[in-house]
């Protein structure tokens, strides 16, 4: 079956800091990957979005400049906090997509990341 | 912009009574899909239901939600809470595949609590 694994699970950085996260796809070739974060007390936003053979769409109120995303193939994805501070704390959630369930998204249990 | 809203909070409900969690949306799309996530704690969420058929009801695991359009509305149902049930709901919407967006709208989750 379709799996995804985030890496790491929970990490802990110093303000202004930056922190790498991975997201895996087992199983299947991920045709998009998107990352979402879930900041306390609020429910899981929408960062990015990066589609095979497309560049990477962020949203509103997130850049590359803040958050550079690397998607070197079908079953791997990274993003980078960069200079975090507490207001990017909360859990990170990979979404990602296949070919043949294009309409659904499998996500992995998310890395939560805390700024001291 | 999408928005989804569900049932605020947490619900408590004792084992064996039915389950209902509200979730009504909006969007400017006459086709978008409808999501049920479960998401149990250091888990990553987990689809429970879909659908972008109106009035159709779908099934899966003993819940049920059927996407009224006329509404606005993919309440999720059960008939019997299992304490297993426990857990943090999710509805999303996702635009439909010609907008091209591939983004999730999440409402803010329920806590579903079943004691016995």
């Known amino acids: 079956g379709a799996l995804v694994y985030q890496y790491p699970r929970r990490t802990i950085c110093k303000s202004g800091t930056s922190m790498r996260m991975e997201c895996q796809a087992v199983?299947?070739?991920?045709?998009?990957v998107a990352w979402y974060r879930q900041s306390p007390q609020k429910t899981f936003e929408l960062i990015a979005l990066s589609t095979v053979n497309s560049a990477i769409k962020y949203e509103q109120n997130f850049t590359q400049e803040k958050f550079p995303i690397s998607h070197p193939n079908l079953s791997f994805s990274s993003m980078t906090v960069l200079n975090a501070y507490l207001e990017d704390r909360g859990l990170y959630l990979c979404g990602a997509r296949f070919r043949d369930r294009p309409y659904e998204q499998y996500f992995g249990p998310g890395t939560r990341l805390t700024v001291l | 912009g999408d928005s989804v809203t569900q049932t605020e909070g947490l619900v408590t409900l004792t084992e064996g009574l039915p389950v209902m969690l509200n979730c009504t949306y909006q969007?400017?799309?006459?086709?978008?899909?409808l999501f049920w996530y479960v998401h149990y704690l250091n888990e990553s969420p987990r689809l429970l239901l879909k659908?972008?058929?109106?009035?159709k009801r779908t099934e899966h695991q003993g819940f049920h939600a059927t996407l009224h359009k006329s509404s606005s509305s993919f309440h999720l149902q059960k008939s019997s809470a299992q304490l297993s049930d426990s857990a943090l709901y999710y509805c999303a919407l996702s635009d439909p595949p010609g907008a091209n967006t591939g983004k999730l709208t999440f409402g803010h989750g329920t806590i579903l609590r079943v004691h016995p």
């Open positions: 659908s972008s058929t109106d009035n």
């Open positions: 199983g299947f070739q991920a045709t998009s």
């Open positions: 969007t400017i799309y006459s086709n978008p899909f």
